[in-house]
């Protein structure tokens, strides 16, 4: 029996099926790892404990948490819960979220759950999954997150486990999606098909996806961890903002190493810290990458602070220790020998299209590629199954979600393009849109966060309205709405940054007992790639309902007082 057997119906559905199967000889992506003593999370605890004991401190609640269970294994108190129809409580709210699953009161009494798709890359038959998910136990709508992943939000207290089996069934394994763990594996959504890329980053993302899967004494990190690769193409994955970020570079043909790509290492990017990933001088070939990462990530489990939740991410022990001693830590976990080569012996980074994840464009072949502009990420159930039919119709039935909280449909031959553009437009979304529009992230905000000081999504969508309406910006333009100083939307990367706050309200009678309200502080000048840098302040405290007011008027200030070839970046 051959695929001609089946209707075309049938080919599209198994299209959607096959699209995220990936058949090759081998283990692609991954060289240089050694078999050795197995490590327990209780090993990296009980030691922690000992040097905390040891400098007078104690491991934080969380530590205590991890050492007594490790996340991986909450299934049989999941199933508990679920059976009593209760959520979780203490240090199990916690733990939960190492199997992806955020007990999200009081913003919302109920979970949402965090998907992890290595690239971000899903084939449509794993979107409609998704899609029927939410719409069964969910809210019946998804969010595109600033990871290049999926959220479902609104899941009652007796589904967790539904929800985890039907993501499983498709071959979605979200373990280690929260929590103290490396979160969703980014990488460049254009993989494959960007006539720019140096490096296909597809095969590194999966193959760190499933090493990290794979691992167990993973699931005991000091704090969450982000990995991303980013291919040296037209869209970047903002691997700079990353706790490791590998980002493809080809050596200047006058020097010593061959003219092939390799990918650069950087350390320590947390950018709700300010601090970008910083270059580590290591040159890697691709398929070194999985066994470096193990390595980085076996000695911040030996080093990192268990005994402050503030200082227990990887820039902090880079801060203490330098990034010579911890590389010379991560040498001697390796079989080989590191290949150190200055950054300016390697070709400058091709730039960046700010706009590139938006809109038609060429691909590396005769193709070409859409993308859909999403409201900051949000997606309805009628949308997820058009878009998925659209996928399988038209273009190659793989979702490309982005950390522009977007979406990109790849492999579309010129002919289908019209078709698909009309599809994309009845569903009510759209593949063009101002640069505001194109440009705006939002977190979740206090729709759904209890960290929130403000509502997120729904402001910046008037905002975005608003700037549509008062002004004629002609140029891309990213503007970053986080909720708070933990800075999911990456308010410091933005070319404006706004940062929720409590604020007192602009209209009580006597501002010494005013309430408080939503508002924003103001950054200007973030930037990434090759226009990288951290935003600065500009105001403070910045009423939300005064807000669209505020931009306008410094974007206006801008397009009237600009010179000649001037953009908006102050870095
Ligand atoms: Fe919540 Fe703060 Fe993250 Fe926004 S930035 S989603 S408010 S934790």
């Known amino acids: 029996m051959s695929t001609q057997d089946f209707d075309e119906e049938q080919q599209r559905y198994l299209k959607g099926v096959t699209a995220g199967l990936h058949i090759a000889r081998g283990v692609p992506g991954m060289t240089g790892l050694t078999t050795g003593k197995r490590l327990r999370p209780d090993d990296f605890h009980s030691q922690a404990r000992i040097r905390a004991q040891a400098m007078g401190g104690e491991l934080t609640s969380q530590e205590e948490a991890k050492a ?8 049989n108190e999941m199933v508990a819960l679920a059976n009593l129809g209760e959520y979780p409580k203490g240090d199990d709210v916690f733990l939960m979220k190492g199997r992806g699953m955020f007990y999200v009161a009081p913003n919302q009494d109920s979970y949402m759950c965090r998907l992890r798709m290595p690239g971000g890359i899903f084939s449509s038959h794993q979107f409609r999954a998704v899609a029927d998910l939410a719409e069964t136990y969910g809210g019946g709508y998804t969010h595109v997150t600033t990871r290049a992943n999926l959220q479902i939000r609104e899941i009652g207290p007796k589904d967790p486990v539904n929800v985890l089996m039907g993501l499983q069934d498709v071959g979605i394994l979200n373990q280690g999606s929260g929590g103290d763990n490396v979160r969703n594996i980014t990488g460049s959504p254009l993989a494959g098909i960007d006539p720019d890329e140096l490096i296909d980053v597809t095969p590194y993302c999966r193959a760190m996806h499933h090493h990290i899967i794979n691992h167990r004494e993973l699931y005991g990190l000091p704090r969450k961890f982000n990995i991303a690769f980013d291919g040296g193409g037209r869209i970047s994955a903002l691997e700079g903002t990353n706790d490791i970020g590998f980002s493809a570079v080809m050596p200047k043909a006058d020097g010593p190493l061959p003219r092939r790509p390799y990918f650069r290492m950087g350390l320590g990017g947390i950018t709700g810290h300010q601090d970008f990933a910083r270059d580590t001088g290591v040159m890697l070939k691709p398929e070194e990458c999985v066994a470096v990462a193990h390595a980085v990530l076996h000695v911040f489990l030996a080093s990192g602070d268990r005994t402050s939740r503030d200082k227990a991410r990887l820039k902090y022990v880079l801060d203490r220790w330098g990034f010579d001693k911890f590389m010379r830590e991560v040498q001697k976990k390796l079989p080989f020998t590191l290949r150190r080569y200055p950054l300016s ?34 997606l309805t159930i009628p949308q997820m199954h058009g878009l998925a039919d659209l996928a399988d119709r038209h273009a190659d039935s793989k979702m490309r979600t982005t950390v522009w909280q977007n979406l990109v449909l790849g492999n579309v031959k010129k002919s289908d393009m019209k078709a698909l553009v009309a599809g994309i437009e009845k569903l009510g979304l759209h593949v063009n849109a101002s640069p505001a529009r194109t440009g705006m992230v939002a977190c979740t905000g206090s729709f759904g966060c209890k960290f929130a000081n403000a509502e997120t999504k729904g402001n910046a969508l008037e905002l975005v309205d608003h700037l549509e309406d008062t002004l004629e910006l002609d140029e891309p333009l990213n503007i970053h709405m986080t909720g708070c100083p933990n800075s999911c939307a990456q308010h410091y990367v933005g070319d404006i940054g706004l940062l929720g706050a409590r ?33 600065r302040e500009l105001a403070t405290a910045i009423p939300a309902v ?14 009237d007082e600009r010179h000649a070839g001037e953009r908006f970046v102050a870095y």
């Open 68 to 75: 007594d269970l490790n996340p991986n294994d909450m299934w």
């Open 503 to 535: 604020v007192a309200d602009p209209d009580a009678d006597d501002p010494e007992e005013a309430d408080q309200v939503d508002g924003f502080h103001v950054y200007i000048g973030g930037g990434y790639e090759d226009e990288q840098g951290i935003a």
């Open 546 to 559: 005064h807000l669209n007011a505020y931009l306008e008027n410094l974007l206006g200030l801008y397009l």
């Open 345 to 378: 012996r390697c070709e400058t980074r091709a730039p960046v299209d700010k706009a590139g994840h938006v809109g038609i464009h060429d691909q590396i072949d005769d193709k070409q590629y859409v993308g859909v502009v999403l409201p900051v990420g949000r």
